[in-house]
Each structure stands twice: as C-alpha cells, then as structure tokens.
T-cell receptor
Framework: SQKIEQNSEALNIQEGKTATLTCNYT??????LQWYRQDPGRGPVFLLL?????KEKRKERLKVTFDTTLKQSLFHITASQPADSATYLC???????????FGDGTTLTVKP | DAGVIQSPRHEVTEMGQEVTLRCKPI?????LFWYRQTMMRGLELLIY????????DSGMPEDRFSAKMPNASFSTLKIQPSEPRDSAVYFC?????????????FGPGTRLTVL
C-alpha cells in the first residue's frame, strides 16, 4: 500500500521567510500529488495539484515541486505571513483507485 | 453553494450506543468520501462512493461501521455499537470526477466522543 511521510510535525519560521515542507512517498502508483491546508477545527482545503509529468506548479506565493525519481514533493510558501499558520497535508491521488492517501501533516507557525 | 454539510457537529455518547453521522455533498458532485482523523493515525479514508455506489470500503475498521448513500444528496455513516476508541473527528468530502484537479471539498466534520 502507499505510504506518505511528511518530514516534520512542526515548522516555525519568521514572517517574510520562505517555508519549505517536504512530502515523501513509497510504493508509487500512477498518481497526482495534492496539497491541502487545514485550520484548527475545520476540514482540509485544497490548495494545489501537481501531476507526475510536471516538475513545478505555482499559485500566487505557493510553489510545489514533484520529483518522481526521489519520490518527493516540496511545498514552498514565499514571503510567509502569520495568516499562513496552519497544518499542511500532502495527499497522493491514485487515479486508478480513485482515492487519496494523506500524510499526517506539518504544522506551520509563522511568527511576526 | 453551502458546501458539504455534516451533522451533527458534535456528538457525545456512551459506549454501546448507536451513532449516525450524516452528510450532504455539494450538488452535482459524483464522488463522496468518509474520513476519520485522530492525532495518532492522521486522516484515514474509511469508504468512498462513486455515483452512489460504494467503490472501496477497505478502510472501514470493522463490522461495527457501515455507510450508505441512498441518493446523490445524502450519505450516512453508522457505528453500532460504539466504543471509546471510535472517538475522532469524522469528515465527509465530495468531488467531481471531471475536474482536472480532483480536489475534494471537505465538510466541517463531526467530533465524536464515546465515553
């Protein structure tokens, strides 16, 4: 079965810096990789999807990379703000099975 | 659209009681997912439906759990009998297969506490 690991449970950075979160996976199957944001007491909210044939995807201050050789995705938030503080989940979408496997998440705290 | 609607938002019950969680997906979405989230195990997929048909229930922990989707606008997750280890936040999510991003829209969750 697919296994996803997010490299750290918590990440603390200073406002204005770039936050980098890591997602590693094993037992690769044809898939897309998604990133979600979850705030306390709420359900996850979709941010970005990157396909296996894409190296990089950007959306405003967010950038995601996908290295299928390393089996790793990096999620960057540039010019971070306290409002970016949340838990970020990566999810491997198996298009054959039609379902996603989620990592445990990394909790980001951006300090003013 | 109001988004995915779940009820109740909070449920406190005693061990052995039956619990029913309810979900209304976003209108027009054809896939529905039930997840459970705990600190220990993270976000786990329990079951998902496509066009009201259960496709994969391999995540359902045991026979005490059952899920139904009688029509495109309603689904239930039932636990009978409930046990303290079932305490978790249960999320329902829906998606539209034809959308390229396959994003899932999550409801606010039901926080279940079994005493």
């Amino acid at each position: 079965s697919q296994k996803i690991e997010q490299n750290s449970e918590a990440l603390n950075i200073q406002e204005g810096k770039t936050a980098t979160l890591t997602c590693n996976y094993t037992n690769y199957s044809p898939a897309y990789l998604q990133w979600y944001r979850q705030d306390p007491g709420r359900g996850p909210v979709f941010l970005l999807l990157i396909r296996e044939n894409e190296k990089e995807k950007r959306k405003e201050r967010l950038k995601v990379t996908f290295d299928t050789t390393l089996k790793q995705s990096l999620f960057h938030i540039t010019a971070s703000q306290p409002a970016d503080s949340a838990t970020y989940l990566c999810a491997l979408l198996n298009t054959n099975a039609g379902k996603s496997t989620f990592g445990d998440g990394t909790t980001l705290t951006v300090k003013p | 659209d109001a988004g995915v609607i779940q009820s109740p938002r909070h449920e406190v019950t005693e061990m052995g009681q039956e619990v029913t969680l309810r979900c209304k997906p976003i209108s027009g979405h054809n896939s529905l997912f039930w997840y459970r989230q705990t600190m220990m195990r993270g976000l786990e997929l329990l079951i998902y439906f496509n066009n009201n048909v259960p496709i994969d229930d391999s995540g359902m922990p045991e026979d005490r759990f059952s899920a139904k989707m009688p029509n495109a606008s309603f689904s239930t997750l039932k636990i009978q009998p409930s046990e303290p280890r079932d305490s978790a936040v249960y999320f329902c999510a829906s998606s539209l297969d034809s959308v390229a991003t396959n994003e899932q829209f999550f409801g606010p969750g039901t926080r279940l506490t079994v005493l």
